[in-house]
């Protein structure tokens, strides 16, 4: 059975540091890794996804890079700004049975102004 | 392109009531999944539908059930309703539910169960 990981559940840093999540799975036959976005009871905004075939994905501030064999995503995000905090998961599509996304719990990511 | 939508954006219910919450894909979008929040269990897979089939479904017990028209949209019925249902329920669309597509969610449906 496929588990995401993702530590620490919470991480605060100052304003304009670039910071690194992280994201672990233990299974390494995914289809893809997607990173989202949460605001408090909000819905999930999608960030980056990147396939199984590629190891980094890039969107402005944002770097998404994926290592199937050692089972981690990283979310790079440069130049931190207070509209950055929310909750970031990391969920994947596995290659066998049903092509749902799996969730990592999340980490709540709070920028300092 | 318009997002995904989700009716209603909150409901209060009681135990013992049934509930049926509605999702629009976006244009083109042919499969809908659903899930559910709760901050004990994080975010888990209902089911999803692609071109009005059930294609998969998650461990939910039968009171969960689902449809989809043939407009795409998608619609969840909960019924015996309990305290545990009270949750966060999104549903996301992507244009074919395959394991390379990208899944656009919608804001949920804040469910309270009294």
């Known amino acids: 059975k496929q588990e995401v990981t993702q530590i620490p559940a919470a991480l605060s840093v100052p304003e304009g540091e670039n910071l690194v999540l992280n994201c672990s799975f233990t299974d390494s036959a995914i289809y893809n890794l997607q990173w989202f976005r949460q605001d408090p009871g909000k819905g999930l905004t999608s960030l980056l996804l990147i396939q199984s075939s590629q190891r980094e994905q890039t969107s402005g501030r944002l770097n998404a890079s994926l290592d199937k064999s050692s089972g981690r995503s990283t979310l790079y995000i440069a130049a931190s700004q207070p509209g950055d905090s929310a909750t970031y998961l990391c969920?994947?599509?596995?290659?066998?049975?049903?092509?749902?996304?799996?969730f990592g719990t999340g980490t709540r990511l709070t920028i300092i102004p | 392109k318009a997002g995904v939508t989700q009716t209603p954006r909150y409901l209060i219910k009681t135990r013992g009531q049934q509930v049926t919450l509605s999702c629009s894909p976006i244009s083109g979008h042919r499969s809908v999944s659903w899930y559910q929040q709760t901050p004990g269990q994080g975010l888990q897979f209902l089911f999803e539908?692609?071109?009005?089939?059930?294609?998969n479904k998650g461990n939910f017990p039968g009171r969960f059930s689902g449809r989809q028209f043939s407009n795409s949209r998608s619609e969840m019925n909960v019924s015996t309703l309990e305290l545990g249902d009270s949750a966060l329920y999104l549903c996301?669309?992507?244009?074919?539910?395959?394991?390379?597509?990208?899944?656009?969610f919608g804001p949920g449906t804040r469910l309270t169960v009294l």
């Open positions: 969920a994947l599509i596995s290659n066998f049975g049903n092509e749902k996304l799996t």
């Open positions: 996301a669309s992507s244009f074919q539910g395959r394991g390379t597509d990208t899944q656009y």
């Open positions: 539908y692609f071109s009005e089939t059930q294609r």
